[in-house]
């Protein structure tokens, strides 16, 4: 039960608290585009500041000025977009079974040609011993959490690859969109065995994109990251070695980069990109790159109408002219088909995701079918009682 | 489904059914006449209602102001998520050969197919004129609409006797809204033109 009355009186003071933000926001994003065209002019000194400084931030690897700015290309006629996304039915002890259920949907929008489209979704039952368990950390521990949410991305992805590639060998110019970052980073600081095993599955997909090349994209919408960002706060910084572990400006009330915190790399773009254009396409210095070699990712920011969003892709995509173009126009042109969102990608969601009620069914069904073939089967005190409330 | 189907059944009674057309918005034409080949009997009905519609119910169709080529070379997924259905109004069955004029004990089975009838079929479907009664059975859409309908469809097949036929069933019409005086010039008139 939501007491109404007593929320909306907190809604309101949250409202009024959310409006002095906002006009010291502006202020912020005044300073952060000053800092901006500073630094452009200078790229050189700056740049060499960055490669100086010790912060523990992640830091954007820049190429070029940043006020440097793309326009929109031409889409070529004939494309095909391909697009996986995926859904889980997770296990829980108040459950009959410890099964999950990945159900992974496969979109593919040919453009261009008159062709149909093609949807599916392919839902996959894991049960035996050796889909409930993994190998983490030298321990054998249940596949749950991070780690189904794991699994399940790795699915999305080979699936992702088998659509590209299926399109490509039918004849079709593929583009691979996938919803969300192609950086890895939850597997910093995970055990080595389940980084490796994680790793090279991923990596394997991108290493046959790679050599079929075929461009694959995350699409990333309200990103919060803030690697360009924090390049700027360094330039703030007036030491000539910023250190963020030796700040002598800690104590202050506030430190001078602290002058523009608060503030987004799609905040920073939102002001400064038209519709249609991209900024240049950096380099992420996330830690777990370290392990992706070939496949290391960049990332730029595209101003899509109704919103700025971040696009990585592997830095053979962003070396490519022809394929890095094919990315910026896709992007931009299923985002206006999509009003505001990625055609391919909502349409991959809705074929994934699995309702509340589904979910019942699903159990239903398990308990069912186990109770015909003898299995004993029981319900949690807590779960029956949630089904079943009396007066 | 084969080749000749036009559609399958996604719901029936006792004296309706409802199919998905095989092909986006290629329904049987309002009035004409159809069946439903089932295992051991032929169920006949006549069209009275046709749409296309979303397969979602959550997801409105919306206008893109483009013509027809270029929604499927630029959107092609929206013509995944569409469907076209037919209704029909039972108007008899055939089983163990003979043909029957009255509804059939058991509604047409689900995920049976649907077929055109052949024009001998309608001629021995319409020789007997209580399937205007059935048409009468309808109240969705109206009456004198789908009632001169499906005597212009039938009508077709008469070669050199359709105007006996129209005369005949002109006949049966009178006894059958012969109070409704406006409800039957509509349907002649409909017929005529």
């Known amino acids: 039960m939501l007491d109404l009355a007593q929320v909306s009186q907190q809604i309101a003071s949250m409202a009024a608290a959310q409006q002095l933000v906002s006009e010291d926001l502006r202020q912020r994003l005044k300073t952060a585009h000053a800092q901006l065209q500073l630094e452009s002019s200078r790229l050189a000194t700056f740049l060499a500041k960055l490669d100086r400084s010790r912060m523990s931030w992640l830091l954007a690897e820049i190429h070029e000025p940043l006020d440097c700015f793309y326009p929109l290309p031409v889409r070529p006629q004939a494309v095909t977009v391909v697009a996986t996304d995926g859904s889980q039915i997770t296990p829980s002890h108040h459950e009959v079974m410890p099964a999950f259920l990945l159900n992974i949907s496969t979109i593919v929008l040919h453009y261009g040609t008159g062709e149909r489209a093609v949807f599916s979704s392919t839902p996959t039952l894991f049960y035996r011993e050796e889909d409930l368990y993994m190998d983490y950390g030298g321990e054998r521990v249940q596949v749950v959490g991070d780690l189904l949410g794991m699994r399940r991305t790795l699915m999305e992805f080979q699936s992702l690859v088998q659509l590209a590639t299926a399109a490509q060998d039918t004849g079709h110019s593929p583009c691979a969109m996938a919803d969300g970052s192609l950086i890895l980073w939850q597997l910093e600081g995970r055990p080595p065995d389940y980084q490796q095993t994680t790793l090279q599955a991923y990596l394997a997909c991108l290493e046959q994109m790679h050599k079929r090349q075929i461009p694959v994209m995350g699409y990333i919408s309200r990103s919060r990251s803030r690697d360009v960002l924090n390049t700027l706060r360094v330039g703030l910084c007036p030491e000539a070695t910023p250190d963020s572990d030796r700040c002598p400006y800690e104590r202050d009330s506030q430190p001078p980069c602290a002058a523009i915190v608060g503030l987004t790399d799609r905040t920073l773009f939102e002001g400064l990109l038209r519709p249609g254009e991209r900024t240049q396409v950096f380099t992420s210095a996330s830690r777990v790159l370290r392990h992706y070699e070939a496949h290391r990712i960049g990332f730029c920011y595209l101003h899509v109408g109704s919103e700025v969003v971040r696009l990585e892709m592997p830095i053979w995509v962003a070396t490519n002219p022809g394929l890095l173009d094919l990315v910026h126009a896709v992007a931009y042109d299923q985002a206006q088909k999509g009003i505001g969102y990625p055609v391919a990608l909502a349409e991959a969601h809705q074929h994934a995701v699995v309702r509340g009620a589904e979910r019942d069914l699903f159990y239903n069904m398990v308990e069912n079918v186990l109770r015909r073939r003898g299995v004993r089967t029981s319900l949690s005190p807590k779960q029956s009682r949630k089904r079943i409330m009396t007066v | ?193």
């Open chain 2, 1 to 193: 489904m084969d080749e000749a189907a036009i559609g399958e059944v996604i719901g029936s009674s006792s004296t309706e059914l409802t199919a998905e057309s095989r092909q986006l918005h290629i329904a049987p034409p309002f009035g004409s006449f159809i069946k439903v080949e089932q295992r051991h009997e032929t169920i006949y009905a006549v069209v009275f209602n046709a749409s296309t519609q979303s397969l979602d119910p959550n997801r409105l169709a919306t206008a893109y102001h483009l013509p027809e080529e270029e929604l499927r070379a630029e959107h092609p997924q929206i013509f995944e998520l569409l469907k076209t259905q037919f209704e029909a109004v039972t108007i008899g069955y055939e089983h163990a050969g003979v043909l029957r004029h009255h509804l059939p004990p058991q509604p047409p089975r689900l995920h049976s197919f649907v077929y055109a009838c052949h024009l001998t079929e309608i001629r021995r479907l319409t020789a007997y004129m209580g399937f205007l009664r059935a048409l009468m059975r309808v109240d969705r859409v109206p009456r004198d609409e789908l009632i001169a309908a499906t005597l212009r469809n039938a009508a077709t097949v008469y070669g050199e006797d359709e105007r006996r036929f129209l005369v005949q069933a002109g006949k049966e019409l009178v006894k059958l809204v012969g109070d409704d005086y406006e409800m039957l010039t509509s349907i002649l008139q409909r017929v005529q033109s």
